[in-house]
């Protein structure tokens, strides 16, 4: 079964509003999680490690104020797309490593309209 | 940059073993060599990953050569849901942010009925 559990698994929003994504480790704690996005026929593309109890790093050129990261617990880290536009339509997915094993949640498909 | 490159794509018939090679060839010798696999509209998942010895597991074969400069993942008997897209990806054992996975396009195995 799913080791990490990602909701939604689609939303669309308008245009200005702001989005949550959730990402949920399961039956283990996770102290860093990993937040990807992924844009139609292209590779995964890192935008920022989420550090439980301490800030994000983001990857360049990815906006920090625009692109709120919050892990407060060993648990969960949330990815808040603020003001969102239609070019940040994409499919945006999490991911845990348990052990040496890098384990991803069924992302999220976003559509700004 | 992604450390590896892979065909684009490859075809495979049902039940026949599929072959899928991958060319690290600036791999260090603390970075192991991991093997995940995307179906369309879904979060990647994990297949196998080894060091340099060969490795089985119930979904894979994979071979690394003795140089450890490519490996290649066998599918022993290809099935229809085996369609994805497959990445080959080098990365370091241990906890933290120099883990982070850097994609490169992956190889799209589409098997044919």
């Known amino acids: 079964g799913a080791v990490v559990s990602q909701h939604p698994s689609r939303v669309i929003c308008k245009s200005g509003t702001s989005v949550k994504i959730e990402c949920r480790s399961l039956?283990?704690?996770?102290?860093?999680m990993f937040w990807y996005r992924q844009f139609p026929k292209q590779s995964l593309m890192l935008m920022a490690t989420?550090?439980?109890?301490?800030?994000?790093?983001?990857e360049q050129g990815v906006e920090k104020d625009k692109f709120l990261i919050n892990h407060a617990s060993l648990t969960l880290s949330t990815l808040t797309v603020t003001s969102a536009h239609p070019e940040d339509s994409s499919f945006y997915i999490c991911?845990?490593?348990?052990?040496?094993?890098?384990?991803f949640g069924q992302g999220t498909r976003l559509t700004v309209v | 940059d992604a450390k590896t490159t892979q065909p684009t794509s490859m075809d495979c018939a049902e039940g026949r073993a599929a072959n899928l090679p991958c060319n690290h060839s600036?791999?260090?010798?603390?970075?192991?060599v991991y093997w995940y696999r995307q179906i369309h509209s879904q979060g990647p998942q994990y297949i196998i990953h080894?060091?340099?010895?060969?490795e089985t597991n119930e979904m894979a074969s994979l071979i690394i050569t003795e140089d450890r400069k490519s490996s290649t993942l066998i599918l022993p008997h290809a099935t229809l849901r085996d369609t994805a897209v497959y990445y080959c990806?080098?990365?370091?054992?241990?906890?933290?942010?120099?883990?982070?996975?850097?994609w490169g396009l992956g190889t799209s195995l589409a098997v044919n009925p």
């Open positions: 989420s550090n439980e109890g301490s800030k994000a790093t983001y």
């Open positions: 600036t791999i260090s010798g603390n970075e192991y």
């Open positions: 039956d283990f704690q996770a102290t860093t």
């Open positions: 080894g060091l340099k010895n060969n």
């Open positions: 991911s845990a490593d348990r052990g040496s094993e890098a384990f």
């Open positions: 990806i080098v990365r370091p054992r241990g906890a933290g942010n120099n883990r982070k996975l850097i």
